[in-house]
């Protein structure tokens, strides 16, 4: 027989420490159903019959956010055997609310008071004995972070699950709401799971939409229930939601004045909040933010002596998928003898392309680590805190800054770091705006164009930048305006937190797991594509047969370039200069570098091109007018990210659909902004007539403007939890 | 009405209701701000919102226009 123990608590009370001591490595991570809400379950370390379900880090089981109805559909229809219940020993206030709702359920639970070497170091008490009787279950310590306690705590819960032993439910609320409450039971029996007869009551009371839709009972008994309801609010004066709140709230401290005992005065500063004295400060609090950016951008993807990241993946680049492995495929290729299409298919295709993808794993491995830590300590909160204002705005939350930082040195972990934003729709606008920002790889297309056309004007990296973030914020206007992403700002009641420090199992498993989800891609997309553009490129019609080509300018991938050009042709991409820059925002799509590469290849530069393509400069300089070269830089920075990005857009979004969306957002907008550059501002140079696309563009000018400014008719509709 | 938005920094106000309805209001009560809670108002963010408060032993955020319903006494 297999036992099924649920582990619950609240974010921040070290349930994910808890659940990675309790299984190991015995974990398997997947999605609860219908919703991006990561499930994770695994086996118990030594008890094979044994699966720990790990709930999400939620407050309350109210049916507002999808992680509180994923658990608490979990807790009703699963049946779980036991509930380990890991509370904050620091906090055990707050932390109980969540105690006495699981309770009204009635599965078997085990309380486990995490942090107690705090607890004890505050010289604080938790009477363990009293606060087990007073809430009627078994109470264990432990401190997750040292290690102590856990197996204790375990082996408790699965002694219930095994027993089913249920505890005494404490009274939690007064006479008039159990009285309501009695009445609302006698009405539902027969009706509802009879094990969950008392949290179908509560929440029938509480008038709980979904518990409703889902008893679905007669209008008759409806009215009954709700006769009885409205006389106790009557009597308590409030609201039955109200009333439930507050005596849950009203019992915990009469638990907690029996069975805690707090030596530090109310309202004494901890550690915690004299750091907050300083690092969210009124003056200080932006200047360290940027010091922090800095720091982790320097180490990750800076030039300086301890840029880690850089170094490592400078390595990797040159070294490792520059020399070793090509070096080692060329050695087996070679001693097998095989034919020069598969050599140049696996050389020049899978070797090329994966390498150069894979090339980056060191940087985002380092990434990875910086953040879990920033997010283990404690800081991503207060990050939210200083930077909401502004955010909000645009539809982004206060921590939409983090993955913008980080996607100006690449897009993929950029676009991962958004996991740290909680709510979805935030998530969701800070994944479809982040490709913009310009990332490192699209550096050097500003290079080429800024040296070949502009003079080599610093004006034209700078603007880049301005575009990018431009782009991210009118974006973010003009999508939260959209139904599917409209409604008010999330609510932002958000806890800070106290800092600890981080815990180094957390964040090498969860640096692991971003690292891995990169190779993974990097193995499929980016394999597949890297497959199929090599073959586009090196296969051509030469006089009706179909043959290998070495001149880039006969290949599959210029015809194409050639027979969808004219698509391109509002920008300005026209005449001969048409078809290369079809093909160059095509190759783009493996990794942004390429743009450059595939220039000096079509303009038949045989030697090693530099990173910004100077040797190629003149040539550009005669096809590409400053216009047309600003609007060709304009659509490759705003357009489709790399397949690298999409693929990390696809691992957020966890749809197809939205994934879609996103990049034919982005290839729409810089279809549009790009044409409105180039009609508009050609007129000026002589570079565009004035013609049906000068109207055109001039309307797209004001439908951007109007999605922009235009009211947002779903500003005051709920957001809606879509499960 | 007084609020929670009104109150001044460094000062503890007392909760007399939760305005408001739908998942705002009871994400505010879960978090333990219900009726008769003190609340001690830590700080507000640089940009100037939103607020922090000390509520049941832990520190919480929340933006002002959240805070305008919660009504409050000294």
């Known amino acids: ?723 | 009405m007084k609020t929670l938005k009104d109150a001044k920094i460094g000062q503890t106000v007392v909760v007399a209701k939760v305005w408001g309805e739908g998942a705002v209001r009871r994400r505010i009560m879960d978090m333990g701000i219900t009726k008769n809670v003190e609340v001690f108002v830590r700080k507000v963010a640089p940009l100037g919102d939103p607020i922090e408060v000390n509520v049941r032993g832990y520190e919480l955020s929340l933006r002002k226009a959240d805070a305008e319903m919660i009504e409050v006494y000294e």
């Open chain 1, 1 to 723: 027989m297999q036992y099924r123990i649920a582990l619950a608590g609240n974010p921040n009370s070290g349930k994910t420490t808890l659940f990675n001591m309790l299984t190991g490595s015995n974990q398997y991570v997947g999605n609860w159903p219908g919703v991006t809400v990561e499930k994770k379950e695994g086996v118990l370390k030594g008890h094979p019959d044994v699966i720990i379900q790990d709930l999400p880090g939620i407050y309350s089981l109210s049916p507002y956010s999808p992680e509180e109805l994923v658990s608490r559909r979990y807790l009703v229809n699963d049946h779980p055997d036991a509930v380990l219940n890991i509370v904050d020993g620091t906090n055990i206030e707050r932390n109980l609310y969540l105690t006495t709702q699981l309770m009204d359920l009635g599965h078997p639970i085990v309380l486990a008071v995490n942090m107690i070497d705090l607890v004890r170091k505050n010289g604080d008490t938790i009477d363990l004995e009293k606060l087990g009787k007073a809430l009627g279950c078994q109470c264990v310590e432990l401190s997750a972070l040292k290690g102590e306690g856990y197996q204790e705590a375990a082996e408790k819960a699965v002694e219930l699950a095994k027993n089913h032993t249920h505890g005494e439910r404490p009274h939690v609320f007064n006479g008039s709401v159990e009285h309501a409450l009695a009445h609302i039971e006698e009405s539902i029996e027969g009706k509802v799971d009879a094990n969950y007869l008392r949290w179908y009551a509560i929440k029938l009371f509480e008038r709980d939409e979904r518990v409703r839709e889902e008893v679905n009972l007669d209008s008759e008994v409806m009215d009954h229930l709700e006769k009885h309801i409205t006389d106790c609010e009557r009597e308590m004066d409030d609201d039955a939601e109200s009333i439930i709140a507050d005596q849950r709230y009203t019992y915990i401290e009469q638990v907690i004045r029996k069975a805690v005992k707090k030596k530090a005065a109310k309202n004494a500063l901890t550690t915690s909040d004299k750091i907050d004295r300083i690092v969210t400060n009124r003056i200080l609090a932006i200047p360290i933010f940027v010091c922090v950016m800095f720091l982790m951008y320097a180490i990750a993807m800076g030039s300086f002596p301890f840029s880690i990241g850089t170094i490592a993946t400078d390595w990797a680049n040159d070294v490792l998928f520059g020399q070793w492995i090509p070096g080692l495929f060329d050695w087996i290729l070679t001693s097998l003898g095989v034919s020069g299409w598969l050599y140049g298919l696996v050389m020049d295709g899978i070797v090329a392309g994966v390498g150069a993808v894979l090339g980056f794993v060191p940087q985002i491995l380092v990434l990875s680590l910086l953040l879990s830590i920033l997010e283990d300590v404690g800081y991503m909160s207060r990050v939210a805190f200083i930077m909401d204002r502004i955010l909000r705005k645009f539809g982004l939350s206060g921590k939409s800054i983090i993955p913008m930082v980080v996607a100006t040195g690449c897009g993929v972990p950029g676009i991962l770091a958004s996991r740290t934003i909680e709510q979805e729709r935030d998530r969701k606008i800070t994944v479809m705006t982040t490709g913009f920002i310009p990332c490192g790889a699209k550096m050097p297309i500003v290079g080429l164009f800024a040296g070949a056309v502009f003079g080599n004007s610093p004006l034209v990296a700078t603007s880049a930048f301005f575009i990018g973030v431009a782009a991210v914020v009118v974006s973010g206007v003009i999508l939260k305006k959209f139904k599917s992403l409209a409604g008010k700002p999330a609510p932002f009641v958000m806890e800070m937190p106290a800092y600890h420090l981080p815990s180094l199992r957390n964040v090498a498993r969860a640096t692991g797991q971003r690292g891995w989800d990169f190779v993974h891609r990097a193995t499929t997309v980016v394999l597949l594509s890297s497959i199929v553009l090599w073959f586009l490129q090196s296969y051509g019609i030469v006089d009706g047969v179909f043959q290998a080509v070495e001149d880039n300018n006969i290949s599959l991938l210029a015809d194409i370039g050639k027979a969808i050009a004219w698509i391109f042709y509002p920008l300005g991409w026209m005449g001969d200069m048409a078809w290369k820059a079809t093909v160059a925002t095509f190759t783009g799509l493996i990794a942004k570098e390429q743009v450059v590469m595939t220039f000096g290849t079509l303009y038949h530069y045989a030697g090693e091109l530099s990173e910004s393509g100077n040797e190629i400069w003149g040539l550009i300089a005669q096809d590409f007018g400053p216009v047309r070269a600003y609007s060709f830089m304009i659509f490759n920075l705003l357009c489709a990210p790399c397949f690298a990005a999409i693929g990390a857009i696809k691992r957020e979004m966890h749809d197809g659909k939205w994934t879609a969306a996103t990049i034919a957002y982005m290839c729409l907008f810089a279809y549009a902004v790009s044409m409105i550059v180039f009609q508009l501002a050609g007129l000026f140079t002589g570079e565009a007539t004035f013609g049906i696309f000068t109207i055109l563009a001039l309307v797209l000018l004001a439908g951007l403007i109007y999605l922009t400014v235009r009211k947002n008719k779903y500003a005051d509709t709920q957001v809606k939890v879509g499960v």
